[in-house]
Each structure stands twice: as C-alpha cells, then as structure tokens.
C-alpha cells in the first residue's frame, strides 16, 4: 500500500535530505523493500522519515517491530523527532502519542486515525492484532524467521501491507533469502546493499576513505565485512565458520550408495519443529546429509507413518537411528516402529559434538592433482534440498561477545537461533564416533573388503550398530579408538 504522499516536498518540509543513494529506497514501488547496510550508512534516518509519509494517511496501522524495543526504538525516534520535536506537533492535544521504553509503550497516533507502533520480538504475545498496512522489521537479521511468517506476514495480508527489512547481515540466515528474491521476483522485492562509506557525509573518501581503512585495519576480517561492508559472507560469532554452501552443499543432489551405512538422527519437537536428518557416511568417514524432515504441530505416529511411506532410491536401506535420549518414550516408539533407535544420555554433550561437526568441516588433502598440488576437500556434505539444514548451518552463532575460546556448553548459542537438524545430526555423529570410544574398535566397527556387502555387529549385547565396509580399520573420526582415546 502506497501512501501517495509527494516523498520530495514532504522531506522538504521535514528537514531530512536523502543521500543519492536513499533516493532509489525511498523511490522503489514494490511492496517488500530489504536494506541490507553497514554501520553509519543512515538506514536508521531513511527507514524512519521514509514511513512518516504512511502517518499523513487516515485510519491506517503500521509497525516498527525490532529485536528488543531498544532497538526498534531507533526508527520510532526519528520519526517522534521530526513530527513530535522538529515539526513541534506536540502541541497538538488532538494527538495521541507515548515515549516510554521502559514500559514498551511507544506510539503515535494522528487525529485521522492513522498510528504507527513499536513492537518487539522478545514479546510474541505483542505481534498479534489487527491487520497491518505496513512494517518496518529493524535490525531484522537479529529476528527470526518464524517472527515474519507466523506474526507479521499474515497481519500484511488483509491489507495488502507492505514491509521493509532494514539491517545490518548477520550471514546468509532469512534475511538473505529475502535478499536474493530482489532479483528473481523484481516485481514484488527491491533489493539494496549500502557499505558504510556509502554515506558520503561520514566517509567522504569512499571506500578509500582514512577512517574506513583505519577499521579495516583494526576489525577482524569477519566484523569488517558484515558490519562495515554489509556482506552476507561473513557472521561474527559463528559457530561453524568452516561452513561454505560453495564447498559443503552438493553442487547437485546426492546419489545413494546402497554399499554405504545410511542413518537418521531425530531431534523431537511438536511446536519447535521435529526434524529428521537422514545421511550416509562413506568408508572414509564421509558424511553425506541427503535428506530432511522439518515439520511442525504432528504427533510422532504421524512423522513416523510419513518416513515410512515416503518414496525411496533404488537400493534403499536404513541401518538404524539416534535420538535424544530426553525423550525414552520416543526413542522407543522409533524402535518399534520404524528403526532401532539409540540414545544414550552422553551424545547430548554439545562441545564434544560441535567438535566433530567442525572436524568434519574443515578441509583435509585427499590426493594430488596433475602438478603435484594437494587436492583439498571436507567430509561433510550437504544435499542442497536440505535447505533448513544449510540455514541453520549458516545461522548458528554465539551470543554477541563470546569467542571461540570460550565455547563451553550450549549456553554459549544466541537465543531463539533454530539448531533443530544441528542437533539431530550431532547426535548421530557423537553416537557412532564418541560415544563409541568406550568400545575397542573391532567391536563398533565390522571390518569388510572394498565394495562388500553391509555387515551388522551386537554391541553390548543388545545394540545393533550396521556399518559400511571399510577397508581400513582407523577413519578420520576414529583416531585412537583402539587405545580408548578421543575424547574430547
């Protein structure tokens, strides 16, 4: 919905002079507009007299929702200043208005009914109401996606409202989805990337300018790039820094091989989303993440009846499963019904997992090209169709101040960050190379030729552990099995 207001004359009366660069913001028709900007590049100020236009339009509602109210305040502010302050309208008793951060009471309201809100994330309970004409989603790469699509999305609908995404990145998370759709759906995204010394009036050099290379100098190049260039490439605090989609996801979908163990990990959910990772581990201890089940609000008969009948590639087995052992109840109905399911108690340790997820990750020589180069790839894979998975691959980080060094527990992990298949698969990984570690390597693994069939082994007397033929008995997770080491 478009305000119809003359953008030009409005900014006049109200002060505010648009960089040449804002203009194509402000200017842009199309209904959902994502700002992608460094520090200092003036997204606060063109979000916030952008939409003041919407409050000269009668009996209409639009939405500053932020992170915190803090931080949705910053755009609130800017228009309170231009209209309350500059525009010395808070003169006027006639209108409706509240300032208190404090009390997340922030709004104004003009005498033609036309109000703007400020809402927080923090608060779901918030973001339900009346339909919406329109919304700013600050600082949106700090929101999660489930805060677009199950609040803010279908509240546009009535009216077909409209919304613009204002942020620095923070990896390629929603918000880059948001952002690529600039390009392929022009009609309905207007896409735009602002690097801080876009602002001409604070950078005057540009790029070039004395104090943008002063903070290249001294930011990490991680903080540099998302925070000054405004690049989707780099996420302070990631946890999986070794994560590339151009060096893990499959450039296509992954083949089955029927001579490789195949498992699937479970995290359970009903209102989180229930996630079911399916992979493939190589005889080198490749893993191969090739298929995903992501879904909310079903009991687990129903995700079972949904694995089980789910179409399958030629030569298709399944040779067990893992799970969270804070769920027996779970772990057994799997059992029962689909695949033997194990879950012991000590998978759930989060360092030791993430661990092995990293080592996975990292790049190893496997060979020598035609000019005696090493040729360098991961053991861990991705199908590309496994999209929350990469999401989340992408995503996961730590809360803001934490370094690597003091990745300790789970407590570490920003909140509200989905980790669903992330937990799935670390309890996969830590039952077949960690908790394992309590068992001499020729009980866990069963030790075959190249290319020979698939051999089951009974571990404890009463688990079945199905593994592929390998034709070595030490793979790269299995350093010092056979000694009882490896624990992290």
């Known amino acids: ?51 003041i236009g919407n409050l000269l339009v009668p009996n209409t509602l639009g939405w500053i929702v932020g992170p915190t109210y803090d931080l949705g305040m910053k755009e ?11 525009g010395k309208l808070g003169h006027d008793k006639r209108i409706k208005r ?26 779901p309970e918030t973001l339900v109401g009346d339909g919406l004409d329109w919304v700013i989603m600050s600082e949106a790469a700090k929101q999660s996606l489930e805060t677009w699509e199950k609040y803010i999305r279908p509240a546009l609908a009535d009216h077909r409202g409209t919304a613009d995404f204002v942020t620095t990145p923070e990896g390629k998370n929603w918000v880059y989805d948001l952002y690529k759709l600039g390009r392929s759906r022009p009609e309905l995204y207007k896409a735009f990337r602002f690097p801080s010394w876009i602002n001409s009036v604070v950078f005057p050099g540009g790029e070039e300018d004395e104090e943008i290379q002063h903070l290249k100098e001294a930011l990490t190049k991680e903080y540099f790039l998302q925070e000054i260039a405004a690049e989707f490439t780099a996420l302070v605090g990631r946890i999986f820094n070794e994560f590339d989609e151009e060096v893990h996801v499959l450039p296509k979908a992954h083949t089955f091989n029927p001579q490789w163990a195949n498992y699937i990990a479970f995290d359970w959910g009903f209102t989180a989303p229930f996630a079911a990772i399916e992979f493939q581990v190589s005889p080198r201890d490749e893993v191969y993440v090739w298929r995903e089940h992501y879904v909310k609000n079903r009991t687990l008969e129903w995700h079972v009846n949904e694995l089980k009948t789910r179409s399958n590639p030629p030569g298709y087995h399944l040779d067990g ?34 661990r092995l997820m990293n080592q996975a990750l990292k790049q190893h020589e496997v060979g020598k090209d035609e000019y005696d180069r090493p040729i360098m790839q991961p053991r861990y894979f991705v199908d590309p169709s496994c999209e929350n998975h990469i999401s989340e691959m992408l995503g996961y980080r730590a809360r803001k101040g934490v370094s690597p060094n003091e990745f300790k527990g789970a407590s570490v992990v920003e909140r509200n960050v989905p980790d669903h298949t992330i937990d799935a698969i670390r309890y996969g990984l830590m039952h077949l ?9 020729d009980e866990v693994y069963a030790i075959a030729n190249p290319g020979t069939p698939r051999e089951s082994i009974v571990v404890d007397g009463d688990r079945e552990l199905a593994l592929a033929g390998a034709n070595s008995s030490r793979g790269f997770f299995n350093f010092n099995l056979d000694a009882g080491g490896g624990r992290f």
């Open 1 to 51: 919905m478009s305000s119809g207001i003359n953008k030009a004359e409005l900014f006049k009366q109200l002060g505010y002079t648009p960089m040449e660069h804002q203009w194509g913001f402000h200017n842009a028709p199309q209904r959902f507009r994502v700002a992608v900007c460094g520090r200092r590049a003036g997204k606060t100020e063109m979000a916030g007299n952008d939409r």
């Open 76 to 86: 609130f502010r800017v228009m309170w200043d231009s209209l309350i302050v500059k």
């Open 98 to 123: 509240n300032f208190s951060v404090k009390s997340g009471d922030m709004h104004i309201e003009m005498p033609w009914g036309a109000r703007v809100e400020v809402r927080s994330a923090t608060h």
């Open 321 to 354: 499963a893992f799970g969270d052992a804070a769920d027996p109840q779970a772990v057994e109905y799997v059992s029962q019904h689909l695949v033997y399911c194990q879950a012991d108690p000590d998978s759930k340790m989060w360092l030791p997992g993430i």
């Open 433 to 441: 190379w960690e908790v394992g570690v309590q068992h001499h390597l």
